[in-house]
């Protein structure tokens, strides 16, 4: 075995892997690389988000094959994202690059989890896009979750405030992709999650919200696409972590 690879929720400390998944409370500050690295001693562990696992992924062996710079985003329960810029997997000072959800596309928008305002999160992920929802008067069918999923389906279905809130999300996704686009010149962006994968109705307010804020000729070449399986995808990333470490390994 050549070494471990690893892909959590964040945040977490990076490269120490020491990690708090917002969805998994009984784990603050659990010390995940630690942990494999003694029931693995003498291999290389490397611990690493999971919105990164994808983005390398999908430049190793998915929709990003022979790009050189390529954003991966993950529209869930968060809306998280990596980086590969110039070919290489790209980290930032902190682990945290390619955090799109926490770009700003709406300065005067709702507060966001992260503490700030306005951000992609704020409007786009699941559960805020489910709040909204709620308050505007949608409900689920009895029995069933107030959740991203029986929303898209609602939307699915015709149901007009279920429509216009998963469009709203879908927007705002696009909105941040023209300006991440805008900001590094990218080939390529990848679009992974429950909504990414609901139809039209999201896809295409994406695509609309990109084309209404991507104005300059390079930022409109950006290529869009849906990440067809993104959690075998996330695998391989991690995969790649250990045996591409030239391209998406990173020193201790
Ligand atoms: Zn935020």
Do not use: K
């Not at 999650?193 to 039209?200: E, H, K, L």
Request: glycine residues 16%; hydrophobic residues 45%; aromatic residues 6%.
């Amino acid at each position: 075995m050549a070494g471990v690879g690893c892909g959590c929720a964040g945040p977490m400390e990076w490269p120490a892997g020491a990690v708090s998944p917002l969805n998994i409370p009984s784990w603050r500050a659990f010390p995940l690389r630690a942990r494999l690295r003694e029931l693995f001693p003498g291999r290389p562990v490397l611990v690493h988000n999971d919105g990164v696992a994808l983005a390398a992924g999908e430049h190793w062996a998915g929709a990003g094959r022979g790009v050189r710079n390529l954003l991966a985003v993950t529209v869930s329960t968060g809306v998280g994202g990596g980086l590969v810029l110039g070919d290489r997997l790209f980290h930032g000072t902190s682990g945290n690059a390619g955090h799109i959800g926490h770009l700003v596309v709406d300065v005067d928008g709702p507060d966001c989890p992260c503490g700030g305002r306005g951000c992609v999160e704020a409007l786009a992920s699941g559960p805020r896009t489910v709040h909204r929802a709620r308050a505007a008067g949608w409900a689920p069918a009895a029995g069933q979750p107030a959740d991203g999923h029986t929303l898209a389906a609602a939307a699915a279905a015709g149901d007009e405030i279920a429509c216009r809130e998963l469009a709203r999300a879908g927007t705002a996704v696009g909105a941040g992709l023209a300006s991440s686009a805008s900001l590094l010149d990218l080939e390529v962006a990848v679009v992974a999650g429950g909504f990414a994968q609901s139809g039209p109705i999201f896809w295409d307010a994406l695509l609309a919200g990109f084309g209404r804020h991507a104005g300059l000729a390079f930022v409109r070449r950006l290529r869009i696409e849906r990440s067809d399986d993104p959690g075998r995808i996330a695998l391989r990333g991690v995969a790649a972590f250990v045996l591409a470490p030239h391209r998406y390994g990173w020193p201790d």
